[in-house]
């Protein structure tokens, strides 16, 4: 043990980790503090207005997207880790594509399919539905940037269950549906939870997508995010830095009641 406290080579992997943190938390800190400074602009009608809506419209695209996200993602992650059909794996790589697509690129990949002059979207204007810049806009954008998180993880957790234990409950008479509620999502509830506020978060602070898809307009699609780059843009650094502290806030909140729901009451502390 002595021995190993003398370590250069340890003491080096300290001095990474203690680096690492710092370079993890620091912006964080810096901001909080930047916004308690600046926590006066809120006194503003104006700030206080643009923050209302921003936040009221960033949380209620954000929830309604991911109810869809886990309304879509959960058969297409069970498929993608049973599927034995060919091009299994193609699928498989279109739905990481979102990820590691440009948001420039995302924004005009959406506004392809569902703009105007789009694949679709000629099709819904006939019904007098247009999709672009609208509110419907910022969902999609979320959805589309944000789905595959809650994929990858609900892919991995159907995975990692043991396919004897849905056999035995087949054996027993459960219908393959009561299996599936009962057995398979039972046991992937810990991946489902992680990739829910991972999706969650990814909609929540959406920008890129939905600024070229959406557009930045006040009360329709300037979420809180864009509101932040408005204020920016600006010049009002004060009130951008108290929406980015109340939003970080708010994230923070929302993946410790999430974690809790999602862990065992037995393995909760004290």
Same mark, same amino acid.
């Given at each position: 043990? &002595?021995?190993?406290?003398? @370590? %250069? ?6 001095? +990474?980790?203690?680096?690492?943190? /710092?370079?993890?938390?620091?912006? &964080?800190?810096?901001?909080? /503090? ?16 643009? $923050? ?13 997207? $991911?109810?869809?996200? /886990? ?11 049973? =599927? !034995? ?21 995302? =924004? ?9 002059? *789009? ?10 539905? @247009? ?10 954008? !979320? ?10 993880? #609900? ?5 990692? +269950? ?7 409950? #087949? ?15 039972? $046991? ?6 992680? *990739? ?18 959406? *557009? @930045?307009?006040?009360?329709? &699609? !300037? ?11 600006? =010049?009002?650094?004060? &009130? ?7 939003? $970080? ?19 909760? %502390?004290?």
């Amino acid at each position: 043990m &002595t021995r190993g406290k003398h @370590n %250069p080579f340890v003491w080096t992997l300290v001095g +990474i980790s203690l680096a690492g943190l /710092v370079l993890l938390t620091l912006p &964080t800190v810096a901001l909080l /503090v930047r916004a308690f400074d600046a926590r006066d602009v809120l006194s503003d009608a104006q700030a206080r207005a643009t $923050l209302r809506e921003a936040l009221t419209l960033s949380l209620t695209t954000s929830l309604v997207s $991911l109810a869809l996200i /886990v309304l879509a993602g959960i058969p297409i992650a069970y498929v993608l880790a049973r =599927g !034995q059909f060919p091009g299994v794996r193609l699928l498989d790589a279109l739905v990481d594509l979102p990820i590691i697509l440009p948001p420039a690129v995302a =924004g005009i990949a959406l506004l392809a399919a569902f703009g105007r002059r *789009g694949l679709l979207g000629d099709s819904f204007e006939r019904f007098g539905i @247009n999709i672009a810049f609208s509110t419907m806009a910022v969902i999609i954008a !979320q959805v589309f940037v944000s789905a595959p998180f809650f994929i990858r993880s #609900a892919r991995a957790g159907f995975s990692r +269950i043991d396919h004897s234990i849905e056999e035995a409950a #087949a054996d027993l008479g459960a219908s393959p549906a009561r299996v599936f509620w009962r057995i398979t999502l039972s $046991l992937s509830r810990s991946s489902l939870i992680a *990739g829910a506020v991972l999706a969650w978060a990814r909609a929540l602070g959406e920008f890129g997508a939905t600024i070229m898809f959406a *557009g @930045n307009r006040e009360g329709v &699609t !300037q979420t809180m995010p864009l509101a932040i780059y408005e204020r920016f843009g600006a =010049g009002d650094l004060e &009130t951008a830095v108290v929406l980015s502290a109340i939003l $970080l806030g708010i994230s923070v909140v929302f993946l410790v009641v999430v974690r809790l729901l999602g862990e065992p009451a037995s393995q909760r %502390p004290a």
